[in-house]
C-alpha cells in the first residue's frame, strides 16, 4: 500500500488542522493506520491509529482528548482532526499503515512498514 499525508500547515494555538491520509493499492481495510510525528531532535513518536477492520482507535497519551482519528475504507481514507493545537504540536506528521498488526504494537513504529512522506504542522504562539 502507498500512502500520502497532506493537510499540514501553520496554525495559530488553540486552533484546529485537519490531517488526511490517502491510501492506494488493495486491502486497505486489513490495516491499521497510524499517525505519527517527529519534532526536530526529537524521536518520532506516536499520535493515534485506528486499526482494521472494526475501526478500534488509540491515541498517545499527550493527546487527552484534543484529536480524533478516522477512516472510510471505501475512499481508503484515514483523516486526524486536531483540536486546540499547541506549540508543542509542531512536527512532521506521517501516516504509517501495518497489516492486521496487533492490538499490543499500535504504537510502535517498528512495526509499521509503509510510510507516507509527512506533512509539517506548525503551531505559532
Known amino acids: 500500500v502507498q500512502l500520502q499525508a497532506s493537510g499540514g500547515g501553520l496554525v495559530q494555538a488553540g486552533g484546529s488542522r485537519r490531517l488526511s491520509c490517502s491510501a492506494s493499492?488493495?486491502?486497505?481495510?486489513?490495516?491499521?493506520v497510524a499517525w505519527f510525528r517527529q519534532a526536530p531532535g526529537k524521536e518520532r513518536e506516536f499520535v493515534s491509529a485506528v486499526k482494521y477492520g472494526i475501526g478500534t482507535t488509540y491515541y498517545g497519551d499527550f493527546v487527552k482528548g484534543r484529536f480524533t482519528i478516522s477512516r472510510d475504507n471505501d475512499k481508503k481514507t484515514v483523516e486526524l482532526q486536531m483540536n486546540s493545537l499547541q506549540p508543542e504540536d509542531t512536527a512532521v506528521y506521517y501516516c504509517?499503515?501495518?497489516?492486521?498488526?496487533?492490538?499490543?504494537?499500535?504504537?510502535?513504529?517498528?512495526?509499521?512498514?509503509?510510510w507516507g512522506q509527512g506533512t509539517q504542522v506548525t503551531v505559532s504562539s
Open positions: 493499492g488493495r486491502g486497505f481495510i486489513n490495516y491499521t
Open positions: 504509517a499503515a501495518a497489516s492486521l498488526l496487533h492490538d499490543d504494537y499500535y504504537g510502535t513504529k517498528q512495526y509499521y512498514n509503509f
